[in-house]
């Protein structure tokens, strides 16, 4: 299991490029694109590349200001949701970075923020030191849309990490319709794993097909007896119909089989969550994997009612791109 230097960091990066967030204004980033904050990827340094204005740097980069004031971005989130926490990263800015910085949100249902937009300061403005993380609890239970990140007065900063629970209006959603239960996009969250040496388990809840081998979700070889396995919460509790399990880029290191548990779970936390599972019932049987593949099983699921979790087990160990887990909602 991977240790997070943060609790909050166990939730959904709600400012995750993947999931669509990106800026909408910004008032400079002359020598950064404003948009690499919200890359999946941890920065990287390129050695001696240079562009038409200046060094090359993965991150967000205003130029020196000569006038009062600082500089801003107004972001839409991919998912709107309440926050959890933030990450600061300011890795390989050194002598560029900004000495502090602060955060305002807003929640739109429709449009983007305008000058009567009302906002609210969850992070009052904090130091910040070159070429590190700065992690910080929000403590606001309410969900948001947008994000107004203020640096002051200038500089760069090469990622932002928004953790939070995404929102869904689900006075709004049919019955009947059907939808993946499991998605980032829905609310679904990937709780605990046995092994995360490669790929991060929230890769497997991500919109659209993986771009690559690294985006999913993939263990060490496992060189003793047992099983990896993965446990998701899903968006909301529901009636499973049909679930994917895509091994897109994984070709020889996919896992042979795959089965499912799932439970309706009442009560706990998310940190005993791992020795609840071990009594789930049988929701998928194991099924043989192939490499390279998306796999949809529907006849084989069980009837199981309405569950809230589930518990992908792989055997032995490897990677899977994706999962959905296809159902209606249960009231």
């Keep these: 299991m991977k240790a997070y230097a943060a609790p909050f960091q166990k939730y959904v990066n709600l400012a995750d490029a993947r999931l669509g967030t990106r800026a909408i204004s910004v008032t400079d980033d002359w020598f950064a694109d404003v948009n690499r ?6 920065a990287v340094w390129k050695e001696g590349v240079f562009d038409d204005n200046g060094k090359w740097m993965d991150g967000w980069e205003s130029r020196r200001k000569r006038f009062e004031g600082y500089d801003t971005a107004v972001i839409c989130l991919g998912a709107p949701g309440s926050i959890k926490g933030v990450d600061i990263d300011t890795s390989f800015f050194t002598g560029n970075f900004p000495p502090s910085a602060s955060l305002e949100a807003c929640f739109l249902s429709e449009g983007e923020p305008d000058e009567q937009t009302q906002w609210v300061e969850i992070l009052g403005a904090v130091e910040l030191q070159g070429n590190s ?3 910080h609890a929000i403590d606001n239970d309410s969900a948001f849309s947008h994000l107004r990140f203020n640096i002051y007065p200038d500089g760069g900063v090469a990622r932002l990490r928004v953790y939070g629970v995404p929102f869904r209006s689900w006075s709004s959603v049919s019955d009947e319709e059907p939808l993946d239960l499991a998605s980032a996009l829905n609310g679904g969250r990937a709780l605990a794993c046995s092994d995360e ?20 979700w993939e263990t060490a070889r496992r060189r003793t007896p047992g099983n990896d396995w993965v446990i998701v919460a899903l968006g909301h509790a529901g009636v499973v119909r049909q679930v994917i399990v895509d091994t897109l880029h994984f070709k020889g290191n996919y896992p042979d089989s795959c089965s499912i548990q799932g439970a309706f779970v009442k009560g706990g936390t998310d940190g005993q969550i791992e020795t609840q599972s071990l009594f789930w019932r049988e929701l998928l049987p194991s099924q043989k994997l192939q490499m390279h593949q998306e796999h949809s099983f529907a006849e084989q699921i069980k009837a199981l009612g309405p569950i809230t979790h589930i518990r992908l087990n792989v055997f032995p160990d490897g990677g ?12």
């Design 197 to 216: 040496h490669y790929g991060s388990m929230s890769n497997l809840l991500n919109p659209g097909r993986g771009v690559n081998m690294g985006d999913g």
């Design 320 to 331: 899977v791109s994706r999962l959905r887990v296809l159902g209606t909602l249960a009231r």
């Design 37 to 42: 904050l919200f890359q999946p990827t941890p």
């Design 133 to 135: 993380h700065h992690y």
